[in-house]
């Protein structure tokens, strides 16, 4: 499809995941809706939980909104600089070809 993006989601193990989704979708939707294991999205993406952390790719940044960066402080294990709740990064084309890495426990 034409406003689809390929992403891919690498796991802790080293385990691939190429995906793609529509453009104006998040990262979590495309996820969850291509069975990636691992973004558990128990919210459903209201930025409630940590379940779908991701270590985002440097085109994207650490540059979480306030509510975003407290939620992973307050329940993300194994934060990083780059980490970011997949369900507040929406597709976009110059998305086209990320990697978004798993921790290996979501909580």
């Known amino acids: ?49 940590a379940t779908c952390h991701v270590y985002a790719p440097e085109i994207i940044g650490a540059t979480a909104e306030v509510y975003e960066q407290e939620m992973l402080d307050f329940t993300a294990d194994e934060r990083r600089p780059n980490s970011r709740l997949s369900c507040q990064i929406e597709l976009e084309p110059s998305l086209e070809g990320a990697v978004f890495d798993l921790p290996r426990v979501q909580v």
């Open 1 to 49: 499809m034409a406003n689809d993006i390929n992403i891919t989601f690498r796991t802790a193990d080293g385990e691939v995941f190429h995906v793609s989704g529509r453009a104006g979708a998040t990262v979590m939707e495309t996820a969850v809706q291509n069975n990636v294991p691992g973004i558990e999205a128990e919210c459903g993406g209201a930025c409630a939980c």
